[in-house]
């Protein structure tokens, strides 16, 4: 009888073992599988990935409206239906060649830190889903921006792609609009 109890706790407890072995493996593989999707673009004949939770939509090239005045990376504004939106020339912004608007490019519709802005592409690939693991962290100077300014890069078959944080960059001063000019104020 005692042996026949013996056999059972040891049955019991390989079970056990079994079980939380299984329990940490899913784990692993869990957290293995998390992935972020983004939206890849080409900036300079580069590929960047912006943030898909920030992207609202994709539009091909509209007619734009310039605004005189304003700084370079905006390159103008459209109505997308009846909401007056800034295109934003990323590469302007980041220090990229390329000054002409691109044949054929697309505008990628981004909200994010409470701005809506337009985002010129030169194209657009479509959406990738990343593993988190496989992102790694950038150094300072990196492509030659702010380290701030890239969320990591990652290198998948189609080559390197830079993760850009739009949050960080679209919250530079260069946003920021102050009402008060020079001669409009009192003092």
Known sequence: MKKQQTYQIQDVLKEMREEYWRGIEEAEEATASETRDFVVI????ERYGLSASAAREVLRMPRLIRVPRVV???RGV???RGEIVAVTDLRRMLGLPGEDLPA???LVVVETAGLVTALLAERVEGIQSIAVDSIEPCTEGFAGFPREAVAGRTVGEEGLLILLNLEHILSRSEFVIDQKREGT???
């Open 42 to 45: 080409r900036l300079a004949g």
């Open 72 to 74: 370079d990376h905006i």
């Open 78 to 80: 459209i109505n997308l």
């Open 104 to 106: 054929g490019g697309r």
């Open 185 to 187: 104020h009192n003092a």
